[in-house]
């Protein structure tokens, strides 16, 4: 059995009531506790709680234990267990909503995928696209303030990245289909504000 | 024998059609049953086992009164009865007129075989060139388009697959008989219009249409032009497109349907707007056909459709009730997202494949091997729900069969293993094993204990792992560690769909559906439908196994006879011609032996002049003939002749099947006067197949020899016959049903109403049993109003003579003759005479003394809960924490049963009380939830209602502990497996789920002769087949004493029960079988093994006249008594020692 401490866990000083989760147990409810979504996971072997006891304590409304767990943010929205589920519940969704009360209750704990989750919109909400360069100098400056020249320990990462294309050189003033994206963007913010 | 002149309408001739058309019959009307397929059994053809016992056993349900009015051989070769009309391959066209006078027209699909003239040789399949997947073995082997549909059906005669054949004709070339007549000359002058705006479409169609189907074909390229050709020339099929430029398809069908409103049309689409042609079947297009053809689907449409345009409707029937018993389908993984790779890897098959697979008729006869590569199997994974409680898969329902099934299958396949000496390792992947029936938990329990492993949790994929060369599985356990198992076999539990044709047949008999496509049942009723006369059987009306398909088939049986008996159907036609046989049993025996030259295997080697003279070496035979072709309707008339010619008075008739003569003997025997007894069928063609086959192994007995010697058995068999009289048994044309709960009360008036007289008794004061504290089923419907309804009808009555406060006290007697001693409260005793004796006695709720029950008063079972859901002595609205545990005392020796009602019970009562206080908590702790049938959607409701359900196993059940003052706070302690930690809660309410204990005293059951079973349940004579009879024909039981039930099922069986026992009270006699047991009193010394001896209860002690006497309604004539008898004083009618000696001399002579 996954061993879940029970005490001592940093972060959790302002973590959302019971009342938060009400909308994510709501999709959920009609959970048989089958385990599909957990033998189908991808990531199952990372994760401190497999999905269906992340799942089972959502609907318990264990607070507490939820957002003392990584497993949400292990999610690779894979929907592989809302394809498989039997009863057809949003599990992926779940999982985002899950993120999104960490990122909006800025839990310490989250810092770093909420982090990692902002600057990535930022990104494409500015340049219409990814830019992997620009995206992770930003996440870097956001976890290490203090230490600007820590990501130079990457450089050799980098330099393998480029050579196989994986990463680009980019011109910061080219920025296609901003305007585009913005609009995207305001709509899907007013509309969370509404929920 | 005495038939009535109602007659009824079965549909569908699966168990649950045969079921209810015997019961019918039985009770003497006339019964057309009628099957779509060409073979009757339904998918138990396909079937050869069954828990509990692992075998078969559908002849249980072959009839037991008047045994010789129906066949008497193995039911899933055939099934022959005096007033039955089996029509196969038929299907109904349309109804009309009312309950008790319908008017039906039926439509036979036509076969190019004659029956009556094929023999089977099978020549026609060696020359057929089309080959296809044979739906008998799942699609695992293949047929050719002329075959056998079952291999062991009797008649067997061959069938063309009309949609797979190519008409070539070379079956009709090679047929010896000219059985077969192919060329179907109205295809040519069938005129199909395709409308097509492009070419290559109209083309092909044309092609494919005139040359594989021979059809006739016309084209248009808009709508304009084919509205155009309408008015010009006859079109019989319009294939129209619905995508053209100007007049779209949709158009052009209004516009047809405006001139010609019966043209059929089909549809042609893209399937981007395959929802287009669905609509355009609702404004009258037939069908429609998705772009690209497949012509492998195109062309058998099409033939489908002229078939259905161009037979004939009929023939006609005047019925007086119509029984639909269609059965069900199986879920088609296939149909859903990539079940669990089912179609793309051989390897994972679905149960009813695994059924074929390791079945003798399959296709490795039985033996275990890999479909894949052959390679023998070791290790078989069952995954259960695969099409059940998946809303995926739009079943929010529990099929309810599923996990019984893949139990006996484990089971079976093990025992196979076993056999053949090797291991065999089974695993069964559930998340609720639903052993909810009767005696099913114990075979669970057994079957686990065998080696049969259980494990809980719902697999997620199955993926070849292509190193190992077998399946891996991967699935989470309940401890959340996720696994990778490896098997060799994956077998998919798929659950139950309805009937392929549901929707069609009960539109035309003008009944509705409920949300999963079931016809909708009446409430309080599993058969009823809101059309008086027009009932439901089996699992036709949803989720049903063999035992629950038969009941409902026997339930349905007595609405459909209530409606005839109502129209004034059970009037008697006492006349049907009486035969009249000359006494022979002073003659010497001149017997006429007839031996059928049509097969080879017999033939060949087989000498007639040394046969007919070691034949006639006996004085007794007088004549042998050798007569081509038995079974025709030439040869029969030939045979006839003879026996006219030469008036023998035994017959032998050396031929093959037997059982396809029964009728045909009747018949002989009445228009010649000779008793059908002293005539006999041997089969003298099964027995020499193998000496036929080249390949014969060496010692193999030739085939004169085996003939000669069938032949000379059956002549010493028949030489010492000398048929009795058939014996009758008067009979009480009344019954006595002891029990006043709704399934007494509910037999009571189904009896009543059929004109029988009824003696209810009911120990209470009042009428009601388990009802009179039960307010609302789970859904919704009101019990008080019910209850009060059914009593009002009982004690109105003018045939049911009410006994309350009544004790039986003493009763002895047999079916016929049942004589009872009743006494009421203040000791008045009278006796009833009576022919059927019905037990209803019930039973309660268990007391227990677990989880601090009695310690406070806020632990309740769920009989106290209803009370105080119902006096309004409990606020829901105070409540803050209610627990409930399932399974107290239960599915754990000593009552190791489940008893089927409580989980249902415990949602109810938890739907209940969130429904008065949405914030109160609700935990339920439970094993396996038996949520079974459409009650899972009920669970689904309390998961989002925000109940919550934790399991448990024995090793760590839920602990209740009270203190306080007068235990005022109690404490309820568990463990949650999920998480993985304990769970505490202060609850205010705990509520017990204790189940069901019966109330059958053993003195009742005694008195009757009766068993009881381990839990002190009435024993039925057979858990599948004969469920609600007792093995001593004439007693019967229903409701809660005979299995935990809820109210409908409790009304089902005692319908049921009701029905079975009209076949008793159905007439004033009763007549035998004529094989039965008799009794030499001479050598009788009276020590009465025989008594014990005997299964059926048919022999008892005359203490006055000091002999034994032997009830001939009663017995089956198996035998036991005679091998008991150490005097040779028993013996069976037909049986003697004398004749056996003589045949087993002729055996070895």
Request: net charge negative; charged share 25%.
């Amino acid at each position: 059995m996954t061993a879940v401490a029970t005490q001592n866990r940093p972060g959790t000083e302002s973590a959302p009531g019971p009342d938060a989760l009400k909308a994510i147990q709501d999709k959920i409810k009609s959970c048989i506790q089958c385990g599909t979504c957990t033998a189908s996971c991808p990531n199952e072997f990372a994760m401190d709680l497999t999905p269906r006891h992340l799942w089972r304590m959502v609907l318990m409304g264990d607070t507490e234990d939820i957002f003392a767990s990584q497993t949400f943010t292990l999610c690779s929205a894979c929907y592989t267990c809302s394809l498989r589920c039997p009863r057809g519940l949003p599990l992926t969704e779940a999982m985002h909503d899950l993120k999104q009360l960490a990122a909006k209750h800025k839990l310490p704990r989250y810092k770093a995928s909420t982090a990692f989750y902002g600057h990535f919109m930022d990104t494409v909400r500015r340049h219409g696209r990814i830019r992997e360069t620009e995206f992770i100098s930003r996440y870097f400056m956001t976890m290490t303030p203090s230490k600007p020249l820590m990501p130079l320990k990457y450089t050799s990462m980098g330099l393998k990245l480029l050579r196989k294309g994986k990463l680009h050189i980019e011109n910061p003033f080219a920025a296609p289909g901003k305007q585009s994206l913005e609009a995207i963007f305001q709509k899907v913010e007013s509309m969370e504000e509404r929920a | 024998m005495q038939t009535k002149i109602g007659k009824a309408l079965v549909i569908g001739a699966g168990i649950s059609g045969i079921r209810a058309a015997l019961d019918l019959a039985e009770f003497g009307y006339g019964v057309t049953l009628i099957e779509r397929s060409p073979h009757i059994g339904g998918i138990l053809s396909q079937l050869d086992y069954q828990f509990p016992t692992d075998r078969c056993g559908m002849c249980k349900m072959l009839p037991l009164v008047e045994r010789d009015a129906g066949s008497q051989f193995c039911l899933r070769k055939g099934l022959f009865h005096d007033n039955i009309d089996i029509k196969l391959s038929t299907e109904l066209a349309s109804v009309e007129g009312e309950p008790g006078d319908f008017k039906v027209t039926l439509r036979q699909e036509p076969n190019p075989v004659d029956a009556a003239r094929c023999i089977g040789c099978g020549k026609c399949v060696d020359v057929c060139p089309v080959t296809v997947a044979d739906e008998f073995n799942a699609g695992l082997t293949t047929r050719k388009a002329i075959y056998l549909p079952v291999p062991h059906t009797i008649p067997n005669p061959y069938r063309i697959d009309t949609a797979a054949c190519t008409q070539c004709g070379a079956c009709q070339e090679v047929c010896p008989t000219e059985a077969i007549r192919l060329v179907d000359e109205g295809r040519k002058d069938f005129n199909i219009l395709v409308v097509d705006d492009e070419l290559i479409v109209r083309d092909s169609l044309k092609e494919w249409l005139e040359e594989e189907g021979g059809f006739h074909v016309s084209m248009a390229e808009s709508g304009q032009e084919a509205l155009q050709h309408l008015k010009t020339e006859t079109c019989h099929l319009m294939l129209l497109d619905i995508k053209m430029p100007g007049m779209d398809g949709v158009e052009v069908l209004e516009k047809a349907k405006e001139l010609f409103p019966d043209l059929p049309v089909v549809m042609m689409t893209a399937y981007a707007t395959v929802e287009t042609a669905v609509e355009a079947m609702k404004i009258g297009a037939r069908d429609y056909l998705i772009k690209p053809f497949d012509t492998d689907a195109l062309i058998p449409k099409v033939i489908q459709i002229y078939q259905t345009l161009s037979t004939p409707p009929g023939p006609e029937l005047e019925v007086g009730a119509i029984v639909m018993s269609g059965g069900t389908s199986y879920y088609n993984p296939a149909d859903g997202k990539d079940t669990y790779s089912y179609g793309s890897l051989p390897d994972v098959v679905t149960s009813l494949e695994f059924e074929r697979l390791f079945s003798g008729t399959g296709p490795n006869g039985g033996q275990l091997l890999r479909p894949s590569d052959g390679r023998p199997i070791r290790r078989i994974a069952w995954l259960q729900c695969v099409g059940s409680r998946d809303m995926q898969s739009n079943a929010d329902f529990c099929s309810n069969i599923c996990c019984m099934y893949a139990i006996k299958e484990a089971n079976v396949a093990r025992e196979r293993a076993a056999r053949a000496g090797t291991e065999l390792e089974t695993s069964i992947y559930y998340m609720d094993m639903r052993t909810f029936g009767k005696s099913f938990q114990r075979y669970r329990d057994r079957s686990e204990a065998s080696g049969v492993a259980f494990k809980r949790g719902r697999v997620h994929s199955v993926e070849p792992d292509l190193q190992a060369n077998d399946l891996q599985l991967r699935w989470a356990d309940i401890d959340g560690n996720v696994a990778v198992d490896h098997v060799d076999l994956v077998v998919l539990s798929v659950g139950q769909r309805p009937a392929e044709g549901t929707q069609a047949l009960t539109e035309t008999l003008g009944i509705g559906l409920n949300p999963w496509g079931f016809p909708q049942t009446e409430p309080f009723s599993l058969t009823r439908t809101e059309r008086d006369g027009i009932v439901a059987a089996g699992s036709f009306a949803g989720l049903k196994d063999i035992s629950e398909s038969v009941t409902q088939a026997s339930a349905a049986a007595l609405a459909a006879s209530t409606t005839i008996h109502n129209a004034g159907g059970s009037i008697g036609l006492k006349d049907q011609p009486e035969a009249i046989y000359a006494d022979v049993s002073r003659e010497t025996p001149r017997i006429l032996v007839t031996v059928c030259t049509c097969s080879e295997a017999v033939t060949q080697g087989v000498d007639q002049k040394a046969l007919t003279h070691h034949l006639k070496s006996d004085p007794a035979v007088d004549r042998v003939e050798f007569l081509d072709g038995t079974c025709t309707a030439e040869g029969w008339d030939k045979l006839v002749a003879l026996v006219k010619q030469h008036r023998p008075n035994r017959l032998l008739i050396g031929a093959c099947l037997p059982y396809v003569y029964a009728r045909k003997l009747k018949a002989l025997g009445t228009e010649v006067g000779l008793d059908p007894r002293l005539m006999e069928v041997v089969d003298i063609r099964t027995p020499v197949f193998q000496a036929a086959r080249e390949d014969a192994p060496e010692g193999t007995e030739p085939s004169a020899v085996t003939v000669q010697r069938l032949l000379a058995m059956a002549v010493a068999r028949l030489r010492r016959i000398s048929p009795a009289p058939v014996a009758t048994v008067p009979v009480f044309q009344q019954t006595l049903v002891v029990g006043g709960g709704i399934a007494g009360m509910t037999a009571a008036l189904a009896i009543a109403d059929h004109g029988f007289t009824v003696d209810l008794v009911e120990k209470d004061k009042a009428l009601g049993g388990n009802l009179q504290w039960l307010s609302k089923t789970i859904d919704g419907q009101d019990i008080r109003a019910f209850l009060e309804d059914t009593r009002n009808r009982v004690t109105g009555h003018p045939q049911i003579n009410l006994h309350l406060d009544t004790r039986v006290i003493a009763a002895f007697g047999q079916a016929g003759t049942f004589y009872s001693t009743l006494e009421d409260g203040d000791g008045n005793a009278v006796q009833v005479n009576h022919g059927a004796t019905i037990l209803a006695t019930g039973g309660h709720e268990a007391a227990t003394t677990a989880y601090g029950f009695g310690t406070s008063p806020r632990i309740v079972t769920q009989q106290n809960l209803e009370a105080q859901l119902h006096d309004g002595t409990l606020d829901p609205t105070q409540l803050h924490t209610v627990a409930m545990i399932q399974c107290v005392d239960s599915r754990e020796e000593p009552r190791n049963y489940c008893s089927r009602v409580c989980c249902s019970t415990s949602l109810k009562h938890a739907q209940a009380l969130k429904a008065a206080n949405p914030s109160l908590r609700i935990v339920v702790f439970y094993r396996d939830m038996m949520s079974y049938g459409f009650m899972e959607s009920y669970f689904t409701e309390a998961r989002k209602s925000g109940i919550t359900f934790i399991p448990y196993t024995l090793d760590r059940r839920p602990a209740v502990a009270a203190d306080g003052t007068d235990g005022d706070r109690v404490t309820v302690s568990g463990y949650e497996p999920i998480i993985g930690q304990p769970v505490e809660m202060t609850a205010d309410l705990v509520v017990l789920a204790t189940g069901i204990v019966p109330e059958l005293p053993g003195e009742l059951a005694d008195a009757y002769g009766v068993a009881r079973d381990e839990d002190n349940f009435f024993q039925e004579a057979e858990s599948k087949w004969r469920p609600v009879d007792a093995l001593k024909e004439g007693v019967f039981a229903c409701g809660i004493c005979q299995a935990p039930r809820n109210i409908h099922e409790s009304i089902a069986t005692a319908e049921a029960a009701a029905e079975r026992a009209l076949r008793i009270l159905g007439r004033e006699r009763l007549p035998s079988g004529t094989i039965v047991a008799r009794i030499h009193e001479s050598l009788c010394s009276l020590c009465e093994r025989c008594v014990e001896a005997c299964p059926y209860g048919a022999r008892s002690l005359d203490p006055e006249n000091e002999r034994i006497v032997v009830n001939p309604a009663m017995c089956q004539g198996c035998g036991a008594c005679a091998a008991t008898c150490p005097n040779n004083a028993a013996y069976i009618e037909g049986f003697d020692a004398e004749q056996l000696m003589d045949v087993i001399d002729a055996a070895l002579n």
